[in-house]
């Protein structure tokens, strides 16, 4: 079984920043596909980022140029670098990785991280 937990969330200004980090542990290949998603309250799930082995990443658009997702493969850890962050950011952002490495589909969720961004 795949473990994640996700950390960095928090409350931060218009235009600021935040980091969130994704560590996964347990039976896992340290180069899945692995990606980032959020809920905002009323609101469904959306995608927001992946990476894939290799290196290939991918953004919804309304995070293109300010959200950036990497990988630390020797720490199993997955990170998205939150930049000029807008009150629309404000949601539970998720991590979430898939059994393979270079499809991209979500089969481990992990309990979420709170991210409030205040005008």
């Known amino acids: 079984q795949v473990q994640l937990v996700e950390s960095g969330g928090g409350l931060v200004e218009a235009g600021g920043s935040l980091r969130l980090s994704c560590a996964a542990s347990g039976a896992m290949f340290n180069d899945n596909a692995m990606g980032w998603h959020r809920q905002a309250p009323g609101k469904q799930r959306e995608y927001v980022a992946r990476?894939?082995?290799?290196?290939?990443?991918d953004y919804t658009d309304s995070v293109k140029g300010r959200f950036f997702i990497s990988r630390d493969s020797a720490k199993n850890t997955v990170y998205l670098e939150m930049n000029n962050l807008k009150p629309e950011d404000t949601a539970v952002y998720y991590c979430a990785a898939a059994r393979g490495r270079l499809r991209y589909s979500p089969d481990y969720w992990g309990q979420g991280t709170q991210v409030t961004v205040s005008s």
């Open positions: 990476i894939i082995s290799g290196g290939r990443t």
